[in-house]
């Protein structure tokens, strides 16, 4: 039997529908509208369409978008004068660097500096900390994304034996921390990893966060597994995952296609987080 296709796309609309409507209850009840000021340094293609898409749907679902673009050679100093004037502006509830930054900034420092309650990507070492202790976080968009279909798909978590493949700061770490904060048997595996094969084989649940196109095969998999496939490798062949969509299905019981699986489940999560941060203001 072929699998099910998991609609990130159509999920990510409900989600954005429903936040659109605590945003309108919210302007009503309190005359608050929350805001998103987005900072992109350089002209990075790629980061530009980014950038443009989240200004777009943080409008439609009814906040204010802030964008602030920097030149290329902007300097350490700049950037880190536009961060602490975004941590003091009331109307900004959350603060998103674009990333990757150019080669001359210390992009650690950078991230660092946002204050944690605007901290809506997740990526500072306090909001980081914070999710791996099991305490009140600010989660990374991408993985918070995959948890999220992964309950709409499966329900409770616990018991299941989960595989998340790559151990980045981004994705794979925070995904494993909320897989284990839902109670599943949580393996990370990465480039080192003896016999993968053999470790994805056991996973009830595959999270692949790899970077490399169609690594994930079908036969890999165990009959039954959900497949959350991360990926977004653009190939000669057009924009592929990391998972061969093609053979995961014939074995899986779910699988996320690309495009249209995680990524439209990531913005749509970044608005979630904003309106978290909004209302966790005054906290
Ligand atoms: N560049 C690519 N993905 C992301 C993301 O989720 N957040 C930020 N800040 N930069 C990115």
């Known amino acids: 039997m072929t699998a099910t296709r998991i609609d990130g796309k159509a999920h990510a609309a409900r989600l954005r529908a429903r936040i659109a409507e605590q945003v309108a209850e919210l302007k009503q009840a309190h005359d608050l509208v929350p805001g998103l000021a987005v900072v992109l340094v350089g002209e990075d293609p790629a980061s530009q369409v980014y950038v443009a898409s989240k200004g777009k ?21 700049e950037l880190l004068a536009l961060i602490g004037r975004l941590n003091a502006d009331a109307e900004v ?11 001359h900034i210390n992009e650690s420092e950078v991230i660092n500096a946002i204050a944690v309650k605007k901290d809506v990507d997740g990526f500072t070492v306090a909001n980081s900390g914070r999710l791996a202790t099991g305490q009140r976080a ?9 948890l999220m279909l992964l309950r709409d798909q499966m329900g409770d978590l616990s018991g299941k034996e989960a595989v998340v493949i790559g151990r980045s700061n981004i994705v794979g770490k925070p995904m494993a921390s909320l897989l284990l904060g839902d109670n599943a048997t949580v393996t990370v595996a990465h480039s080192r990893t003896k016999d993968l094969p053999e470790v994805v084989r056991r996973a009830d649940i ?10 994930v095969k079908g036969d890999w998999l165990k009959p039954g597994a959900v497949v959350i496939d991360v990926g977004i490798n653009r190939t000669e062949a057009g924009l592929v995952g990391d ?12 699988v996320t296609p690309v495009p249209g699986g995680v990524g439209p489940m990531t ?3 970044l608005l979630a987080n904003t309106l978290t941060a909004c209302c966790r203001a005054n906290d």
């Open 138 to 146: 600010m989660v990374p968009c991408t993985p918070l994304g995959c």
């Open 206 to 215: 595959v999270v692949a966060a790899v970077g490399r196109p169609e690594m």
């Open 57 to 77: 749907q943080t409008v439609e679902a009814g906040m204010k978008s802030f964008e602030h673009r920097l030149p290329a050679d902007a300097t350490q100093a």
């Open 93 to 103: 509830h959350g603060i998103l660097v674009q990333l990757p930054l150019p080669g």
């Open 243 to 254: 998972v061969d969509y093609a053979s995961a299905v014939e074995i899986a019981a779910a």
């Open 267 to 269: 913005i749509a999560c």
